[in-house]
């Protein structure tokens, strides 16, 4: 079955560009026409959806984070990833990637910290 | 933007309690909407989409109805297992938002 699992630094320093990874195993990115997207959840709130990739390439990101968000497909290596841009304590949130638009799988989630 | 109101935010029930959760949006969605589950330190699931659907694998005591504005999640007899928090999500219109979510409690 499909697995996807997040990875990258647990520690950004403000100003600094946020990157993330997440591999899916168990079956490629490029088949079945899923979307397949980042959502980040601050801690002890809710969750805030930040952008999807298409296998295409295609993108689409929350306009609330557009300005610094890029996400990027690698099928080569069946992963797609996020960067965040300017990141400041804000910023500070677990991170999980997820396929579909009802989300049907998800990654296990990462902290990431934006601290000095 | 497609607003969400979730209702209530807590709700204290009992084993056994028959519980509904209800979800508003700022506007017609037809019945693209999911409803998750999460428990604390893990991902959310999903347990519902298409408003109604189950999910493969999430017991039938789970169910959803509504469309256009105005959503219900119920669970009919509700095990242990079930306290957790409970959040829906549009996926009609971009940006795809969530409900504030409702944290389902032991009374």
């Known amino acids: 079955q499909v697995q996807l699992q997040e990875s990258g630094p647990g520690l950004v320093k403000p100003s600094q560009t946020l990157s993330l990874t997440c591999t899916v195993s168990g079956g490629s990115i490029s088949s079945g026409g899923y979307y397949w997207s980042w959502i980040r959840q601050h801690p002890g709130k809710g969750l805030e959806w930040i952008g999807y990739?298409?296998?295409?390439?295609?993108?689409y990101y929350n306009p609330s984070l557009k300005s610094r968000v890029t996400i990027s497909v690698d099928t080569s290596k069946n992963q797609f990833s996020l960067k965040l841009s300017s990141v400041t304590a804000a910023d500070t949130a677990v991170y999980y990637c997820a396929r579909g638009q009802a989300f049907d799988i998800w990654g296990q989630g990462t902290m990431v910290t934006v601290s000095s | 933007v497609i607003w969400m109101t979730q209702s209530p935010s807590l709700l204290s029930a009992s084993t056994g309690d028959r519980v509904t959760i209800s979800c508003r949006m700022s506007q017609g969605i037809s019945s693209y909407l999911a409803w998750y589950q999460q428990k604390p330190g893990k991902a959310p699931e999903l347990l519902i989409y298409a408003a109604s659907t189950l999910q493969s694998g999430v017991p039938s005591r789970f169910s959803g109805s509504g469309s256009g504005t105005d959503f219900t999640l119920t669970i009919s007899c509700l095990q242990s297992e079930d306290f957790a928090t409970y959040y829906c999500q549009q996926y009609y219109s971009f940006p795809w938002t969530f409900g504030q979510g409702t944290k389902v409690e032991i009374k």
């Open positions: 990739i298409y296998y295409s390439g295609s993108t």
